[in-house]
């Protein structure tokens, strides 16, 4: 007999501060909003720049990714999808921006009320212009990294669509213990920033089957927004150390 539903229905979930400058907000997004959300990331998804696998030194990650904005490869940002069909990026939409901006005004309320650490000055409209969106098909997972390639201090927003996810919060001096493991749900937004924003973090693995039937996807997909504070057409393009870069699943 499947409990979660009615685990979810007897024990509403609370928003949480999972370490300091990282709060879950759970339900943050209402169903009608994750259905405008999917059908907004099925569109990004069409080529040209579209939904491509990313290959890794050492291997292919199991997590299929399109940006917006800005193009993501390992391990730096450029204008084109460079390891992909080589066309433009497709622009970041403002409303997504407006609702990171939500979502941490929302966790830094959240922080405050714990006592916790918050998030520095919130990002002012427009900041917001960059997101990666992930999909999880069955199987799939990412391993402990840390988002290095920004030149921002902004917090990270997270949302989450589909099959829940076992999310792993780390601390930023290592992959290695001590973490927090937090289930995502579809409609979760988490948000992490201030003391938070370089903590190693990681999906261990998702939950196949556990996605809202209304919602009408199968797998999970993750849209990270971000403030990159890179201007291209003046600043070289860098990567990451090794060290720093997504371990292949």
């Given at each position: 007999?499947?409990?979660?539903?009615?685990?979810?229905?007897?024990?509403?979930?609370?928003?949480?501060v999972?370490?300091?400058?990282?709060?879950?907000?759970?339900?943050?997004l209402?169903?009608?909003?994750?259905?405008?959300?999917?059908?907004?990331?099925?569109?990004?998804a069409?080529?040209?720049?579209?939904?491509?696998?990313?290959?890794?030194r050492g291997?292919?990650m199991?997590?299929r990714?399109?940006?917006?904005?800005?193009?993501?490869?390992?391990?730096?940002?450029?204008?084109t999808a460079?390891d992909g069909?080589?066309?433009?990026v497709?622009?970041?939409p403002?409303?997504l921006?407006?609702?990171a901006?939500?979502?941490?005004r929302?966790a830094?309320?959240?922080?405050a009320?714990a006592?916790?650490?918050?998030f520095?000055a919130d990002?002012?409209?427009g900041?917001?212009d960059?997101a990666?969106?992930n999909?999880y098909?069955?199987?799939?997972?990412?391993?402990?990294?840390?988002?290095?390639?920004?030149?921002s201090?902004?917090?990270?927003?997270?949302f989450?669509?589909?099959?829940?996810?076992?999310?792993?919060?780390g601390n930023?001096e290592?992959?290695g213990?001590?973490?927090?493991?937090t289930?995502?749900?579809?409609?979760d937004?988490?948000?992490f920033?201030?003391?938070?924003?370089?903590?190693?973090?990681?999906?261990p693995?998702?939950?196949?089957?556990?996605?809202?039937?209304?919602l009408g996807l199968t797998?999970?997909?993750?849209?990270?927004v971000?403030v990159?504070?890179?201007?291209?057409?003046?600043e070289?393009?860098?990567g990451?150390?090794?060290e720093?870069?997504?371990?292949?699943?």
């Amino acid at each position: 007999m499947d409990t979660g539903s009615q685990d979810q229905e007897l024990f509403p979930r609370g928003p949480a501060v999972v370490a300091p400058g990282a709060v879950h907000l759970p339900g943050h997004l209402a169903a009608e909003r994750q259905s405008e959300l999917l059908a907004a990331c099925r569109r990004w998804a069409l080529p040209p720049a579209g939904l491509r696998t990313v290959r890794v030194r050492g291997g292919v990650m199991s997590v299929r990714q399109v940006g917006l904005g800005l193009h993501w490869y390992p391990y730096a940002y450029a204008r084109t999808a460079v390891d992909g069909d080589g066309a433009p990026v497709k622009p970041f939409p403002e409303w997504l921006g407006e609702w990171a901006r939500a979502a941490v005004r929302a966790a830094a309320e959240v922080a405050a009320a714990a006592g916790g650490a918050g998030f520095g000055a919130d990002p002012a409209p427009g900041e917001y212009d960059v997101a990666l969106v992930n999909f999880y098909p069955e199987g799939a997972r990412m391993g402990m990294h840390r988002d290095l390639e920004e030149r921002s201090p902004a917090p990270v927003v997270s949302f989450s669509l589909g099959d829940a996810c076992v999310f792993r919060f780390g601390n930023t001096e290592s992959r290695g213990r001590p973490w927090r493991d937090t289930e995502l749900r579809s409609g979760d937004a988490f948000v992490f920033g201030g003391p938070a924003r370089l903590a190693y973090h990681a999906v261990p693995r998702t939950r196949p089957g556990t996605a809202p039937r209304a919602l009408g996807l199968t797998g999970r997909v993750n849209v990270t927004v971000r403030v990159s504070g890179l201007d291209l057409a003046n600043e070289r393009e860098g990567g990451a150390t090794a060290e720093q870069r997504p371990r292949c699943p």
